[in-house]
């Protein structure tokens, strides 16, 4: 079953620190995995992504990291900046793209 | 280039109507698909289509008709439309589909409310 979870809903930082995003899967095979932000009122828009051949794939502020062995993915925003404030998704693209529930992030000053 | 265009943005229906949300993408992208973003329930996958002719069910495709007749157009259509269905849809394509790092285009959505 093609599942994809973000546990957290929402999450606070302050500008210029790390922003943590979490992501728990259960396909035991996948080819990629993908990041979108969305702002309100908008429709969502590519971030990044990361194929089951890397642990690591790396974007300007934004990275992502794979623990094939606990199922689970992160993206971490470096430094973080108000414009990252969003809701995050991440999205399994095996067999359908399915996406998680997201993660609204806030990054205040 | 206008990418993927949805229409309208925003419907009021009352329960039992009918009607069909518009999407037509000017990229040439076989693959179209259709989400509903309810609150805590992130992006839900209604139905896709790999290309002219062929649709298929997403997670959540009771209460929703599509059809693709031509490579641009993917409309969804509410058959009877009930108040669970107020939501907000997102049409999206891509030139690629499963198993690829092909990213998603999505429309600004239709804001959709069922009284």
């Known amino acids: 079953d093609q599942q994809v979870k973000q546990n957290s809903p929402s999450l606070s930082v302050q500008e210029g620190r790390i922003s943590i995003l979490n992501c728990d899967y259960t396909n035991s095979m996948f080819d990629y995995f993908l990041w979108y932000k969305k702002y309100p009122a908008e429709g969502p828009t590519f971030l990044i992504s990361?194929?089951?051949?890397?642990d690591k794939n790396e974007d300007g502020r934004f990275t992502v990291f794979l623990n094939k062995s606990a199922k689970h993915l992160s993206l971490h925003i470096v430094p973080s900046q108000p414009g990252d404030s969003a809701v995050y998704f991440c999205a399994d693209n095996t067999d359908k793209l399915i996406f998680g529930t997201g993660t609204r992030l806030q990054v205040f000053p | 280039n206008a990418g993927v265009t949805q229409t309208p943005k925003f419907q009021v229906l009352k329960t039992g109507q009918s009607m069909t949300l518009q999407c037509a993408q000017d990229m040439n992208h076989e693959y179209m698909s259709w989400y509903r973003q309810d609150p805590g329930m992130g992006l839900r996958l209604i139905h896709y289509?790999?290309?002219?002719?062929?649709?298929d069910q997403g997670e959540v495709p009771n209460g929703y008709n599509v059809s693709r007749s031509t490579t641009e157009d993917f409309p969804l259509r509410l058959l009877s439309a009930a108040p669970s269905q107020t939501s907000v849809y997102f049409c999206?394509?891509?030139?690629?589909?499963?198993?690829?790092?092909?990213?998603?285009?999505f429309g600004s959505g239709t804001q959709l409310s069922v009284l």
């Open positions: 289509s790999v290309g002219a002719g062929i649709t």
């Open positions: 999206a394509s891509s030139s690629r589909t499963v198993g690829t790092n092909e990213k998603l285009f």
């Open positions: 990361i194929s089951s051949i890397k």
